[in-house]
């Protein structure tokens, strides 16, 4: 999957490419992940796009 930048929070990925913001909550709380952040102080969630996709593609099932 592509997302249009590189750093994006939860509520930009569910808008702009409609992912569920439960799944993305899922995604973050992934022990040992290391595609989800908070920035210092903050309360919502932001993604490094790149490693959010292989991490998808590591959770797909086929």
Do not use: N
Not at 29 to 37: D, I, Y
Not at 44 to 49: G, H, L, M, N, V
Request: charged share 35%.
């Amino acid at each position: 999957m592509t997302f249009p930048r590189k750093i994006m929070s939860t509520k930009e990925i569910h808008d702009e490419c409609g992912l569920s913001e439960k799944y993305l909550r899922q995604m973050a709380h992934v022990p040992g992940q290391k595609c989800a952040f908070r920035r210092p102080g903050g309360r919502k969630f932001f993604f490094d796009t790149d490693k959010l996709a292989r991490q998808m593609e590591k959770y797909a099932v086929r």
